[in-house]
């Protein structure tokens, strides 16, 4: 391939942009390349996200062959891979398939024992302890890609910065697979960590208790309706971009509590990713009054779309009206 990429996030952009026209085996072929277009540095740093995403794409093609040995070279190097990968290995009977996956469960508990709630803070670039700050707490989605530093660069600091914010990004202690967390698989978890977070965080930072919002794309964009409707943590209001099925996160009575707070929201879909619980959930944000915005990000389906940043600074606007 002639073309080349500044990192990871342009490679992976581009990626979303063709498989969003269905091009899947153009993306299949950007990621097979993936070592002549993108550093050294970024190749071997994205090594298991680049690969898994192969298997997946063939997976999407029906090269079911090709797929199991993806898998298989990522489990037998010491990979851990994610629940999904599993679920489809169940639909096929290869030879030493068990043992594949007994050594896949092993190496998620390997990493389960040694996982911890983690986060990074990012100041204001005139931060002062002698005055408290608003604080925005970013999560990310479950999977391959689900850790601080992979959100970090789409859900970038500055928007937030800018507003004089502290800008805390959270990894949650459940394993999802080689350097992969989630939240979802257990919420009760996920409210330990984010109160966990929380309470370090006010200790170590001047921090306005009052003014603290959480936001995140896909598993951290469900989880972020959970924190706030059901007031985990004070929080003014939550950003949920592509949340997916939300159907267990909120309920008219936890809606009639968070519009007395005055808890606000903003959604954000990708149009070829539109989920029918979030539009049952904005009926009841309307039945119950917690003020809204909703938006469809046109054109692609499940990701962080290019214009984010804009999109972001737009929905902090909103919550800070």
Partial sequence: MEIKFENFVDFDRYGDDLFAQGKYDDVLNLFLNASDVLSKEDYEEHYFLITSNIGSLYRISGKMDEFYDVVKQLITTGYACGDWITRALLNMEPEGLEELMDQNKLLIESAQESAKMEYKVCLPSEYSSAREYPVFFVLHGDGADGNIHNISHYWIPE????????????????????????????????????????????????????????????????????????????????????????????????????SKRGVKGVILEGELDLEASVEDMLKVFDDTGVKYKYAINEGVGHVCPKDLTEKLSDAMAFMLE
């Fill in 159 to 258: 928007v937030f910065e800018e507003l004089d914010f502290i800008t805390v990004y959270v990894q949650s202690s459940q394993v999802y697979c080689h350097g992969g967390f989630q939240w979802n698989r257990d919420v009760d978890t996920a409210r330990k960590d984010i109160l966990q977070c929380f309470s370090e965080v006010s200790k170590q930072y001047s921090i306005d208790t009052s003014q603290m919002y959480v936001g995140g794309f896909s598993g951290g964009a469900m989880i972020s309706v959970e924190f706030a409707l059901g007031d985990v943590i004070p929080l003014k209001g939550f950003i949920s971009l592509c949340p997916g099925t939300v159907s267990n996160y909120y309920s008219m009575e936890k809606a009639e509590v968070a």
